[in-house]
């Protein structure tokens, strides 16, 4: 006899429309931005999508609110790129470097307070991920297990230190 299909594994229709819609708004970009250069960037917005739907309740609050928080400034700046720079290179730049805009930022701030040498490539780009992803998770722990004052605070504080990162990159991209 058949086993019936895991509920586990489902999705609802309002999972798959999130998923259709990032996707849309993904397409319609890839002209704009090019090609190749705009990949990375599906995968990272699908997969926080994805991870903001199957996450419940207070979690999921508190996920978006440091998503937002971490990332806001970066979709601010990259859609300023897109709309009001002339130079494609940059545009692609901007939506390429935000998924790990936030680690990259940071990194680069610590490489030169420090004096740490790193390599240009995969290390670099894996530790400015692995940096942001961070700053989401741990973001995302202290606005659900703190009071709502120190919530507040604590995610202004993001906002206002990733929109100065998110000013750096685009200096940086446009230099």
């Known amino acids: 006899?058949?086993?019936?299909?895991?509920?586990?594994?489902?999705?609802?229709?309002?999972?798959?429309?999130?998923?259709?819609?990032?996707?849309?708004?993904?397409?319609?970009?890839?002209?704009?931005?090019?090609?190749?250069?705009?990949?990375?960037?599906?995968?990272?917005?699908?997969?926080?999508?994805?991870?903001?739907?199957?996450?419940?309740?207070?979690?999921?609050?508190?996920?978006?609110?440091?998503?937002?928080?971490?990332?806001?400034?970066?979709?601010?700046?990259?859609?300023?790129?897109?709309?009001?720079?002339?130079?494609?290179h940059c545009k692609a730049a901007a939506w390429t470097m935000f998924?790990?805009?936030?680690g990259f930022v940071t990194g680069e701030l610590a490489r030169s307070l420090w004096g740490i040498h790193l390599p240009w490539g995969v290390l670099r780009i894996a530790l400015a991920d692995l940096v942001s992803v961070a700053m989401v998770a741990g973001l995302t722990w202290f606005a659900k297990s703190l009071g709502r004052w120190w919530r507040i605070a604590g995610l202004a504080v993001v906002v206002a230190y990733c929109s100065f990162c998110a000013f750096g990159l685009m200096a940086l991209i446009r230099a």
């Open 99 to 102: 998924p790990y805009g936030p």
């Open 1 to 88: 006899m058949d086993e019936p299909i895991s509920n586990r594994w489902q999705f609802s229709l309002r999972a798959l429309l999130v998923v259709v819609t990032v996707c849309a708004v993904m397409a319609a970009a890839w002209r704009v931005v090019g090609g190749s250069e705009i990949l990375q960037t599906v995968v990272f917005v699908v997969a926080s999508a994805v991870l903001a739907i199957v996450l419940r309740g207070s979690s999921r609050r508190a996920y978006l609110a440091a998503y937002g928080a971490v990332y806001g400034p970066f979709v601010v700046m990259a859609v300023y790129m897109t709309l009001y720079v002339e130079w494609l």
